[in-house]
């Protein structure tokens, strides 16, 4: 399901359109580790990591994911296909055929769907802070269920403007919803836009 067609609902990013950092190692040992940062959050998350992993020989690349940092907010659904394959071009930017990969949160939404996608390309994939599966499937919602639950989520949520995808994904929590749901919602079905000089994010209910 981490590679389905039609969650590549955007182009991938030119390079240029990427920001990103390129560590070198004290004594190569040959190998490449990317760092994948989580929701609301930049590359420099990794600063504490990165000096350890040189001295072990890594060469590390660090970069911000698709709308968050300096890397451009092109899009509307980063879904973790999309972001997966803005990972891709980066790395054929660099030569960089295969590398391992760490993800942090939505970053590691990110680097499971790189190594489902590209798994020539992925050394190994280190997951960290991300639901794997649930521990009960949720029974199927009726229509008429589904229908009410849609209409009070837009009555409660569909005037309100948040600071960052991370409130909405806690407002989400608040409400009742599941916490991979609101961080799916967070990403797939939010906006952002302009409210009196500040980047503010809405749900989107089109």
């Keep these: 399901f981490l590679c389905r067609p039609e969650l590549l609902t955007e182009d991938a990013l030119k390079p240029e359109q990427i920001n990103y ?27 504490p990591l990165i000096p350890e992993l040189t001295q072990r020989g890594y060469k590390v690349i660090a970069y911000d994911q698709r709308g968050h940092g300096g890397t451009a907010p092109l899009g509307q659904r980063y879904t973790a296909p999309v972001l997966a394959r803005d990972l891709s071009a980066l790395l054929d930017h660099l030569n960089i055929k295969s590398a391992h990969v760490l993800g942090h949160s939505l970053g590691a939404h990110t680097a499971l769907a790189f190594g489902a996608m590209y798994p020539s390309r992925a050394k190994s ?8 599966i649930r521990s009960e499937k949720p029974a199927p919602l009726d229509e008429p269920t589904l229908i009410t639950k849609a209409e009070k989520l837009k009555a409660d949520f569909g005037d309100l403007r948040f600071k960052s995808r991370t409130a909405v994904v806690r407002a ?3 409400a009742g919803f599941p916490e991979d749901e609101a961080r799916d919602a ?14 503010v994010y809405r ?3 089109r």
């Design 125 to 132: 994939i280190v997951v960290e802070d991300r639901e794997i």
């Design 203 to 205: 749900l989107n209910f």
């Design 21 to 47: 950092q390129v560590f070198e190692p004290t004594e190569s040992n040959g190998q490449v580790i990317v760092l994948v940062h989580g929701l609301d959050s930049a590359w420099q998350t990794f600063r």
């Design 186 to 199: 967070s990403m797939t079905r939010t906006l952002e836009e302009e409210h009196q000089g500040n980047t």
């Design 172 to 174: 989400l929590v608040n």
